[in-house]
Nanobody, 119 residues
């Protein structure tokens, strides 16, 4: 599975951005896709994830502000980010969790897209 993120950039606090993650390759094996972020000096953390069935999970820090969605027909995942805060500044990474027999689970990461929120 190959993942390509896009949509990052510089935005003022209170603004919005929409991230996209396009998957290609053996996309039939994807069970869950997610967005993670990593700020300088901090560990990578989960932002939100979504199953191919549409079940979502969010970090407490983004609940009510971010919305994750998936278009299974286009194999693309989105993250709509509203009411952005300076604390949201980070590199955002796309993750695909796959499972195939007999290999089992395998995780794939995108190259990341930078989000910078100016206060």
């Amino acid at each position: 599975v190959q993942l390509v993120e896009s949509g990052g950039g510089l935005v003022q606090a209170g603004g919005s951005l929409r991230l996209s993650c396009a998957a290609s390759g053996t996309t039939y094996s994807i069970n869950v896709m997610g967005w993670y972020r990593q700020a300088p000096g901090l560990q990578r953390e989960l932002v939100a994830d979504i199953t191919t069935g549409g079940r979502t999970n969010y970090a407490d820090s983004v609940k009510g502000r971010f919305a994750i969605s998936i278009d299974n027909a286009d194999n693309t995942m989105y993250l709509q980010m509203n009411s952005l805060e300076a604390e949201d500044t980070a590199m955002y990474y796309c993750l695909a969790e796959t499972w195939r027999f007999p290999e089992g689970r395998a995780d794939y990461w995108g190259q990341g897209t930078q989000v910078t929120v100016s206060s």
